[in-house]
């Protein structure tokens, strides 16, 4: 058991995402609507925090979270990697979501580095722009 003054040891890293029924490229316009296929991604160290299922309805008057996707690894590359599987396997069809943005954001090279702060959104203005 640690004393209050002794720092906890690092084990792994973790990265949440949380997905929202939004278009990031209208300034994260809420998607209301139905979704007609939900198919949740799995596998080591992925966790999936959710309510919503096939046929759910996304109301337009609350929240738009879906779920939160959370992956572990045993550093920051592996836990980057096993996140962009699970954005890459995750199906949500119906609404417009964020899964396509978060997957762009975690190939992002300053992402991927950890070079990382409360303006990198605002300098990383490509990520908003869905690929031709």
């Given at each position: 058991?640690?004393?209050?003054?002794?720092?906890?040891?690092?084990?792994?890293?973790?990265?949440?995402?949380?997905?929202?029924?939004?278009?990031?490229?209208?300034?994260?316009?809420?998607?209301?609507?139905?979704?007609?296929?939900?198919?949740p991604?799995?596998?080591?160290g992925?966790?999936?925090?959710?309510?919503?299922?096939?046929?759910?309805?996304?109301?337009?008057?609350?929240?738009?979270?879906?779920?939160?996707?959370?992956?572990q690894?045993?550093?920051?590359?592996e836990?980057v990697?096993?996140?962009?599987?699970?954005?890459e396997?995750?199906?949500?069809?119906?609404?417009?979501?964020?899964?396509?943005?978060?997957?762009?954001?975690?190939?992002?090279?300053r992402?991927?580095?950890?070079?990382?702060?409360?303006?990198?959104?605002?300098?990383?203005?490509?990520?908003?722009?869905?690929?031709?």
């Amino acid at each position: 058991m640690l004393s209050i003054l002794e720092t906890p040891q690092f084990r792994g890293h973790v990265i949440e995402c949380r997905v929202n029924a939004e278009d990031p490229a209208r300034n994260f316009q809420p998607s209301p609507g139905r979704l007609d296929v939900f198919h949740p991604p799995g596998g080591p160290g992925v966790r999936l925090d959710t309510h919503v299922y096939t046929g759910y309805v996304v109301p337009p008057y609350y929240d738009s979270l879906l779920a939160k996707l959370i992956c572990q690894g045993r550093d920051r590359p592996e836990a980057v990697r096993r996140m962009q599987v699970a954005l890459e396997s995750f199906v949500i069809e119906g609404v417009t979501t964020t899964i396509p943005f978060l997957a762009r954001v975690m190939a992002n090279p300053r992402f991927q580095a950890g070079d990382v702060d409360t303006k990198f959104l605002e300098r990383e203005t490509e990520l908003f722009k869905e690929p031709a």
